[in-house]
């Protein structure tokens, strides 16, 4: 159902309260977006979309859990929205599609149901207004009794994005050959080296200001993926969700092809490891390959791009390699540590 | 992303498991399945759709919370994955969709991932099959450490349905006008008398037979709501979730009508008192109005239909009310009780 609970119970006030409060957010961007194909938002039994013609629709949809995606103690609300819609976002990104419509299923303990949720909402809107998504339905739900913890109950957030592409022109993450160079924008280990001081103290973060914060505040790169689909640059893309290593092997994988990374050449933010840009994960950057003779711009879409490696023939050897100025190599594996140092 | 779970930490042999389980009896859906639009499933950022020339797309998303929309000591897992998908597809039958693409959203304690698993999955891919709804995405995670209940976890899943209709032609609750006649499919009530039955004797539930379960194995009613569509019999439609009251204010709220229900038009499950009928939820029938010259008939997509009353002009008496057979008029409050006998 868009946009309500179902279930045996009645809604209390509180969840008709949040349901409208979503709903009068909902319907101003409705109203302000033009060319939209959302039809009808929260109010039916479904939402309603209009495709089209020539273009393809594009599905994904990201769990967000307390205590797994985030903590309540490390992350404010705003921050919980904001990742909570910028995975999503970002999967578009991924696909070089332009965001459509937005659905949110959201269950809460009670006792959130007041400025936690305010903030997570305002976290996420704001997001949602700076690329004209609107939110087109969802469900709501309270946290059931079981989920208790320290007296309180445990958020669970679901969100669903449906965007657009040119008809067949979607990027996948299975079009990299052999030759073709490896890119990705703006710069990796930001995430995990923030969250790394998140935990050490938490109370410097108690920030909305969203500015360089690539963990609390992460930007999906839609403009960059669209330009990459606009200008045929790009052969395969992925986010970078799970971490380079991790995704990187997606595309070799889905591809059918292997990859060297050259050391010297990754954009390793300025705070983070080498380890923390090969293996961290939740960076939201745009992991890409393109021809080896396209010429691909140092920026997209506003965000720097730096070519970071090349795709071969998978042979006997890892089918991932970092190769060093000295040519010197060395295996990366998904998600573990390389020792390279 | 469709189909894997994002985060800093590495699926777990288990979740992999999980997720290559469900890809496989996904792709036997859509390899079976003809004229789909869905072009790209699991594997990917997103799954990809081609919308038909001269369709809308409809969307809706349901969340199924242990403890709040299901126990685990009550229903069994085939049950709970029946349940999950049903309510998705019983959103797409009140709009009068065929069903295209299914994502599903789960979270599970990982003392789960085995046979109760296994069940979830047959429940919803039995329901699945039937429809020739493929599985096209979603995400998986552990529950987290908090919500630990007699050292398990509990069990989330968020269900997104898309389904199709032909443009401009989605059945609506807003279309309902004064003197349209009232229209309910199968029988109501039986939901809520199985679940206190169910309450009493949990052990005399533990079936996979889904006959006579409404339960347990509910119906979305989706050859009804295709042909009320498909022949332009209804004004307005909904299904029945949150009770014939609640699900028939939104009619008349959105629609701007007030209605009256025949009291001994009702059709009553054999096992449910009126309360029941009228107050109940969870029955998934289709409600719904149509001129008062149409010809209805008694049987829709293999099931029956009853008229229970007729729309009206808002006036100053009660939104709703009920009528017997004698004349004595009762107000029928949403969700309340009402005092007719």
Redesign the interface.
């Known amino acids: 159902?868009?946009g309500e609970?179902?279930?045996?119970r009645?809604k209390t006030a509180g969840e008709r309260e949040l349901i409208a409060a979503i709903r009068t957010r909902a319907d101003q961007i409705l109203g302000r977006r033009k060319r939209g194909i959302l039809?009808?938002g929260i109010?039916?039994?479904?939402?309603?979309?209009?495709?089209r013609?020539g273009?393809?629709?594009?599905?994904?949809?990201?769990?967000s859990?307390?205590?797994?995606?985030f903590r309540r103690d490390w992350h404010p609300p705003e921050s919980v929205g904001h990742r909570c819609l910028a995975?999503g976002l970002s999967?578009?990104a991924?696909?070089g599609?332009r965001p459509e419509?937005a659905?949110l299923?959201l269950?809460l303990p009670e006792d959130l149901t007041g400025s936690w949720m305010g903030g997570f909402l305002d976290g996420l809107m704001a997001l949602a207004e700076r690329h004209q998504v609107p939110l087109?339905?969802?469900?709501?739900?309270?946290?059931?009794?079981?989920?208790h913890?320290r007296g309180g109950g445990?958020v669970?957030a679901?969100i669903?994005?449906?965007?657009s592409v040119p008809?067949g022109r979607?990027l996948?993450?299975?079009g990299a050959r052999p030759g073709d160079g490896i890119y990705v924008t703006g710069a990796l280990g930001g995430s995990?080296a923030e969250?790394l001081a998140l935990e050490r103290q938490p109370a410097d973060f108690r920030t909305k200001d969203k500015a360089r914060h690539p963990h609390l505040y992460p930007e999906p790169r839609l403009a960059a993926g669209r330009k990459l689909l606009r200008d045929r640059l790009a052969t395969a893309?992925?986010?970078v969700?799970?971490?380079l290593s991790?995704d990187l092997s997606h595309l070799c994988e889905?591809s059918g092809v292997a990859a060297e990374i050259d050391a010297e050449a990754l954009p390793v933010d300025a705070r983070a490891t080498l380890e923390q840009a090969l293996h961290?994960?939740?960076d939201y950057e745009l992991l890409f390959t393109a021809p080896p003779k396209a010429v691909v711009p140092s920026q997209l879409g506003g965000v720097s791009v730096h070519r970071i490696g090349r795709m071969k023939k998978p042979g006997r050897g890892p089918l991932m390699e970092i190769v060093r100025q000295d040519g010197k190599r060395t295996a990366l594996a998904a998600?573990g540590w390389e020792h390279f140092r």
């Open positions: 159902m868009a609970r179902k279930g045996r009645q039809t009808l109010g039916d039994d479904c939402a309603l979309m209009r495709p013609r273009e393809d629709l594009v599905v994904t949809t990201d769990l859990l307390e205590n797994v995606h995975r999967d578009l991924a696909m599609a419509a659905f299923s269950a087109a339905g969802g469900d709501t739900a309270k946290s059931p009794p079981g989920m913890r445990l669970v679901d669903v994005l449906l965007g008809k979607a996948l993450r299975s995990a969250l893309a992925i986010d969700s799970d971490g991790t889905e961290g994960g939740e998600g």
